[in-house]
């Protein structure tokens, strides 16, 4: 039974419009891929200015450090403003240092008469569980701030028992022991009355060179320890505070329970597009370990996106309808055109399931290429890829599952020949082939789509190489002469990759 016209038309427009939605989709998710991309870079650009900021200023407390090694005499605290004056003004990411020795509790009374005879009211402190001052209690090691600097704006901080407080006692024994500088997990500073999340870092402090960790704790006196206030440390390095489109976190991941040090905005909010949450790690933080998370608002990525996809729609629309006119109109005219249309199908030189160029197109540009090769007297290089197990792939999986393998493995191959000039065929099967004009190493090629394809990890339980899909490759490059032909070209390259299978396949080999 003959098809009405007009049932062609509707449904050739129907198509048409699921084409515009499909392309306007298209569109669309490259965008949003596309401003993933641009967040990720931006948030890694972040975290480098940020970890190059810390990494800075532990550079300027160790420097602090050596300097007081050198001091003759006893600390006091006119040496140590003097020590830190001018380091503090030239650092404004630093809040504070301070200058605490290891007293041990049979000197601990000692030390304190001996504060008080210039301060009456010096105490050594802690902190009770309502957070308010009281006198320490009994144990055996008191690490008391003695000095700190700036003294107004740390005033409270003056006699605090750094040892009274859990976290801040694992940094000490662990830069007391190392002899490295040690970071706190995150804490709430004593001078800092607002909840804001601060971190402390302590370089110990011994006589002479110890080398030992018994000879470390016998030559320790105390320590200089940098302090920190997140909101200060971030704004100065990347000034992200008032940044209300994107959530950025600091987030200490070194113990069991991450620990979150910044964050410039309520990461509870229901404005996060949490499936573009990105997180990165930065480098070693004084033996602590921190990631950068972030995740973008929906008004971040509407800043971001063009029109384009919603133009496509739109436009796809009105063309369709100035089609199905025309098409109305001339009937006759539409026929013959389905016609042409059938026959350049049938001579299309593009592999119907994976999308690249079929079997006759790859002879044709073959040839054209050899000939060209021969006449400018140019390299031509020729890569013949074959899946391994791909029939075993096949029984496992499929024939379905083993369609859309081939599809992703031509994708991947087509990503990595990428030239205007190159050629990505499919041979036949599980077969493909790649013509690199003016190449002399088609093996480096080769050598990456080998690896595209195995870092793509598509599963393969039934591969005896490996558990994910690989390919095996022959390679020859040859300068087209009196001494040799294409059939040479092909037949070397064949060979070539039954070497590569022969030996034990996800490898290339050359001829």
């Known amino acids: 039974m003959k098809r009405s016209p007009f049932v062609t038309i509707l449904v050739l427009a129907v198509l048409g419009l699921s084409l515009c939605a499909a392309l306007s989709r298209s569109f669309y998710l490259q965008e949003k891929a596309a401003i993933a991309s641009e967040f990720q870079a931006d948030i890694r650009q972040?975290?480098?200015?940020?970890?190059?900021?810390?990494?800075?200023?532990?550079?300027?407390?160790?420097?602090?450090?050596?300097?007081?090694?050198?001091?003759?005499?006893?600390?006091?605290?006119?040496?140590?403003?003097?020590?830190?004056?001018?380091?503090?003004?030239?650092?404004?990411?630093?809040?504070?240092?301070?200058?605490?020795?290891?007293?041990?509790?049979?000197?601990?009374?000692?030390?304190?008469?001996?504060?008080?005879?210039?301060?009456?009211?010096?105490?050594?402190?802690?902190?009770?569980?309502?957070?308010?001052?009281?006198?320490?209690?009994?144990?055996?090691?008191?690490?008391?701030?003695?000095?700190?600097?700036?003294?107004?704006?740390?005033?409270?901080?003056?006699?605090?028992?750094?040892?009274?407080?859990?976290?801040?006692?694992?940094?000490?024994?662990?830069?007391?022991?190392?002899?490295?500088?040690?970071?706190?997990?995150?804490?709430?500073?004593?001078?800092?009355?607002?909840?804001?999340?601060?971190?402390?870092?302590?370089?110990?402090?011994?006589?002479?060179?110890?080398?030992?960790?018994?000879?470390?704790?016998?030559?320790?006196?105390?320590?200089?320890?940098?302090?920190?206030?997140?909101?200060?440390?971030?704004?100065?390095?990347?000034?992200?505070?008032?940044?209300?489109?994107?959530?950025?976190?600091?987030?200490?991941?070194?113990?069991?329970?991450?620990?979150?040090?910044?964050?410039?905005?309520?990461?509870?909010?229901?404005?996060?597009?949490?499936?573009?949450?990105?997180?990165?790690?930065?480098?070693?933080?004084?033996?602590?370990?921190?990631?950068?998370?972030?995740?973008?608002s929906q008004r971040y990525i509407d800043r971001r996106r063009s029109h384009l996809p919603a133009l496509i729609m739109v436009s796809g629309i009105l063309l369709i309808a100035l089609l199905v006119i025309h098409a109305l109109v001339n009937v006759n005219r539409n026929r013959a055109l389905v016609a042409s249309q059938a026959k350049l199908e049938q001579m299309s030189l593009t592999d119907g399931l994976t999308q690249v160029a079929n079997r006759r197109h790859f002879d044709q540009f073959l040839e054209q290429e050899w000939g060209r090769a021969m006449r400018q007297q140019r390299p031509l290089s020729l890569v013949m890829v074959d899946i391994d197990n791909f029939k075993a792939y096949n029984d496992h999986y499929g024939h379905p599952e083993g369609d859309e393998c081939l599809r992703q493995v031509a994708r991947i191959l087509q990503a990595v020949v990428r030239r205007p000039t190159d050629m990505l065929a499919r041979y036949g099967g599980e077969e493909f082939a790649i013509v690199l004009p003016d190449t002399a190493t088609g093996e480096v090629i080769a050598e990456a789509c080998r690896a595209a394809i195995e870092n793509a990890a598509i599963e393969h339980v039934a591969s005896a190489v490996s558990n994910r899909v690989t390919i095996s490759a022959g390679v020859c490059s040859m300068l087209p002469g009196a001494s040799n032909t294409l059939d040479d070209l092909m037949q070397q390259a064949d060979a070539a990759l039954y070497r590569a299978k022969h030996a034990g396949r996800n490898q290339v080999a050359r001829c």
């Open 46 to 296: 972040a975290a480098a200015i940020l970890e190059r900021q810390v990494l800075l200023n532990l550079e300027v407390l160790f420097a602090l450090k050596a300097a007081i090694e050198h001091v003759p005499g006893k600390m006091d605290a006119q040496q140590f403003e003097s020590l830190t004056d001018d380091i503090l003004q030239r650092s404004p990411a630093i809040m504070a240092f301070a200058w605490a020795p290891a007293i041990e509790r049979e000197h601990l009374a000692e030390f304190e008469l001996e504060q008080q005879r210039t301060f009456a009211q010096w105490r050594i402190t802690e902190r009770d569980a309502d957070n308010r001052v009281v006198p320490v209690s009994e144990r055996s090691l008191y690490v008391p701030v003695q000095f700190i600097a700036p003294l107004a704006k740390n005033a409270a901080a003056v006699g605090f028992d750094l040892a009274s407080e859990t976290k801040r006692l694992t940094a000490i024994k662990a830069a007391r022991d190392t002899g490295r500088m040690a970071a706190t997990a995150g804490i709430q500073l004593v001078q800092e009355p607002d909840n804001q999340q601060g971190f402390l870092v302590f370089a110990p402090l011994y006589e002479g060179q110890p080398t030992s960790l018994q000879q470390r704790r016998e030559a320790h006196y105390g320590y200089i320890n940098g302090v920190f206030l997140m909101d200060e440390l971030t704004d100065h390095a990347i000034g992200i505070n008032n940044e209300t489109s994107l959530l950025f976190q600091v987030i200490d991941v070194t113990d069991a329970q991450p620990n979150e040090l910044y964050s410039n905005v309520d990461p509870a909010s229901s404005s996060w597009v949490s499936d573009l949450d990105y997180t990165t790690r930065m480098a070693d933080i004084a033996g602590r370990t921190w990631e950068i998370r972030a995740m973008p």
